[in-house]
């Protein structure tokens, strides 16, 4: 993706052509776009503390601190002058000359670009309807009024069933806007409710205080801990609510609980906050072995564990190894739910299923092709060179099958357009799972892999 410069049309305002869509908003931007100029000075003040900061704006779009360091995001520099976690640095440093926040300066250039004509150069891949959509969200924050959806909803805003190649821009959309969402939509299940907020970075120094509570949530255009892999709060039952007792409970209550639901074990809670730890059959069974006139509070197992939604489930598995489950806190810091090892075999068996089913499949047409062609021609029908039939993607398969000739050796009873279709829809399924998608796949996914893998099974002997 190519950047052009904004340029100044003679005798008019200036106009937009800058390629603004499918990526965040960068401080060059707004030079570029002359909103900004170079050698702007910026100021962040933390009232509070009695605390000021200031920037300069350079050449390169970047931002130097009076002692050398230079960022090319806000955020960054804004933490790194203030010495502080997190903070938006695009609502944090205004520009001393007109006292305006990076922020505004951005969505001045996200509306020129939706006010555009829809042809205008450089505005390829700007969605003015999710900008529009976006726009309202943002005033809704503001107003201390954010607005909630499923995570389903929210990506349906971008067209998208699942957390998949689309991820990054939805993220970048969100960033442009000032907005994030509590709690973070990669980080809990499909239909989990979540609030869209103004990232104020969790410090009501910020300009964003002004707006109303400050959320959780940290710097729109700080990636740093977004997650790799799945993390606790993916798990359906880690926000799922929780079956509890207070620690004055009866021996019955907690027993009556947990035959009822199925448990094995029972969070004891003094508040939605305060875990004091957990009853279980084997705990209960110590306390009144010990003593039989033992309380509840004699069988609490004081070393349960509660982690964060947002941690990396691959970080939690030591705990849960140990004690075979672990609560689990939202982002308000309310024990929410529970996450045991059986949840975890199952989302782990989830995500490896469609691995091996795929597995399977590119063994059995690799296998099917080396039998039927050779290696030169499958070179000319792939239009590359090939040196082994190992070097062969699934794009070669279709390729090679589609062609009447190779179609025709197989002598198999089958449709060859029915059948390149369904392989053309696994193509897609292939390169979602290799992306290491954190949703489970759709409930047809695995059945059509299956049916393709014994469709191959059986023909494949005739090949």
């Not at 170079?38 to 009076?66: K, S």
Request: proline fraction near 6%; include cysteine.
């Amino acid at each position: 993706m190519s950047d052009r410069q904004w340029e100044p049309s003679v005798g008019t305002t200036q106009r937009t052509t800058y390629l603004l869509g499918g990526r965040r908003v960068r401080v060059s931007d707004l030079l570029h776009a002359g909103l900004l100029r170079p050698g702007a000075r910026l100021r962040f003040v933390r009232r509070r503390v009695g605390e000021i900061y200031h920037a300069e704006i350079i050449d390169n779009g970047r931002i130097r601190l009076p002692d050398g360091q230079e960022f090319s995001s806000p955020s960054g520099a804004a933490m790194a002058a203030a010495g502080m976690r997190a903070v938006d640095g695009w609502l944090a440093w205004t520009v001393e000359e007109n006292g305006r926040p990076l922020d505004a300066l951005r969505q001045e250039l996200l509306d020129r670009a939706a006010a555009g004509p829809p042809d205008e150069p450089g505005v390829e891949g700007f969605d003015r309807r999710v900008h529009q959509r976006l726009r309202k969200a943002r005033q809704r924050a503001e107003e201390n009024q954010p607005e909630q959806f499923s995570v389903r909803e929210l990506l349906s805003l971008w067209g998208a069933k699942d957390r998949g190649d689309q991820i990054g821009r939805i993220e970048d959309d969100l960033a442009n806007h000032g907005l994030v969402t509590s709690p973070s939509f990669r980080k809990v299940t499909l239909d989990s409710t979540v609030r869209l907020v103004v990232a104020s970075g969790g410090t009501d120094d910020s300009p964003a205080a002004a707006a109303g509570p400050v959320p959780v949530a940290g710097p729109a255009d700080d990636l740093d801990d977004d997650p790799i892999g799945l993390t606790v709060g993916n798990l359906p039952s880690a926000l799922g609510g929780l079956k509890h007792v207070a620690p004055n409970a009866t021996f019955d209550e907690a027993i009556t609980k947990m035959l009822l639901n199925g448990y094995s074990q029972l969070a004891v809670l003094n508040g939605p906050r305060n875990l004091r730890g957990a009853i279980t059959w084997q705990s209960i069974a110590h306390a009144r072995h010990a003593d039989p006139n033992a309380k509840l509070t004699d069988a609490i197992d004081p070393e349960a564990v509660a982690v964060r939604y947002d941690r990396e489930l691959i970080d939690v598995l030591p705990e849960l190894q140990r004690c075979g489950y672990v609560f689990v806190r939202s982002e308000d810091n309310v024990v929410a739910g529970i996450v045991t090892t059986a949840d975890v075999v199952q989302a782990y068996g989830e995500m490896a299923m469609p691995f091996f089913q795929i597995g399977e499949l590119d063994r059995s047409l690799r296998r099917i092709i080396t039998r039927r062609v050779d290696l030169d021609q499958v070179g000319k029908l792939c239009n590359r060179s090939v040196n082994s039939f190992d070097d062969l993607s699934m794009g070669d398969y279709l390729r090679v099958l589609d062609d009447t000739s190779v179609w025709s050796t197989l002598g198999w009873p089958l449709d060859r357009r029915t059948f390149i279709d369904r392989l053309h829809e696994i193509r897609h399924i292939r390169n979602d799972v290799m992306h290491f998608n954190p949703d489970p796949p759709p409930p047809d996914t695995i059945d059509k892999l299956r049916k393709v893998n014994s469709l191959l099974r059986h023909y494949g002997e005739l090949a």
